[in-house]
């Protein structure tokens, strides 16, 4: 489970995505992706107030007069979608900060967005908090 905490968060760094990948691990990586958007999404309409309300109306005797959404009636789940249409783009070049990638494709991609905003926040190293240690050391000493 660690292992793919890792390998979802390098593969929603848009400089990457899956370039560090071999092709035999693309297809069971794309998966885990999709199984933890899942989730996500799962999360969202849990708390998502909207969908509480959109529950009240269909349950309403009266349901037939209000207009309702339209399902998604295609094969694929939205999650599913966004992760095939993310993978299809274009790595970003390496400047690119991906907290901010994540902030302007958010209406594009809003589910992969909350996980990039979850996933993207954990720190690679333990180097800044050493660095942290040694300066408090160092002020602490003189």
Known sequence: M???????AAILDPRFRMTWASA???SSLTDILVTEGLR?????????PSSKVLKLEEDSIF???T???RRHRSGADPISLEV???????NEHLSVNP?????N???DYPILAKMAKHYLAILASSVPVERLFSVAEASLSN
């Open 63 to 65: 349901s037939f007069l």
């Open 67 to 69: 207009p309702t959404k």
């Open 2 to 8: 660690e292992d793919d905490m890792f390998r979802i």
């Open 24 to 26: 035999s691990d693309v």
């Open 105 to 107: 494709s958010e209406s």
């Open 40 to 48: 996500f999404q799962e999360i969202d309409e849990v708390q998502s």
């Open 99 to 103: 907290i901010d990638y994540w902030k």
């Open 84 to 90: 095939k249409a993310y993978l299809n783009e274009d």
